[in-house]
Nanobody, 127 residues
Framework: QLQLVESGGGLVQPGGSLRLSCAASGATFDNYAIGWFRQAPGKEREGVSCISRGGDVTNYADSVKGRFTISRDNRKNTVYLELNSLKPEDTAVYYC????????????????????WGQGTQVTVSS
């Protein structure tokens, strides 16, 4: 069974940057599209970005487009999320999740059901 572990969160000032990592184990990593989600206190979980199995297709929420970049290295079974120009409203717990789609190559969608989730990593943007 696929297991996901996030890392890289922390406290950063507005305008700063972070790089989150999502390390996978336990299954064939490139059978999965990967998504990043976040949840702030008192708010619903929000889809942030996703990447297709081979990394050719990416999608972003409008709120992070142009500031966040998702990428993956299938040799290392890892997906990354670069967070730049951070704002206080980006403060949340960030989760990576996997969507098992061995039959779809160049596809990812935040609206799909992601069946595997990590434990999350806290990102706090504050001066």
């Amino acid at each position: 069974q696929l297991q996901l572990v996030e890392s890289g969160g922390g406290l950063v000032q507005p305008g700063g940057s972070l790089r989150l990592s999502c390390a996978a184990s336990g299954a064939t990593f490139d059978n999965y599209a990967i998504g990043w989600f976040r949840q702030a206190p008192g708010k619903e979980r929000e889809g942030v970005s996703c990447i297709s199995r081979g990394g050719d297709v990416t999608n972003y929420a409008d709120s992070v487009k142009g500031r966040f970049t998702i990428s993956r290295d299938n040799r290392k079974n890892t997906v990354y999320l670069e967070l730049n120009s951070l704002k206080p409203e980006d403060t949340a717990v960030y989760y990576c999740a996997a969507n098992f789609i061995p039959y779809l190559t160049n596809y990812c969608a935040l609206s799909r059901t992601f069946g595997y989730w990590g434990q999350g990593t806290q990102v706090t943007v504050s001066s």
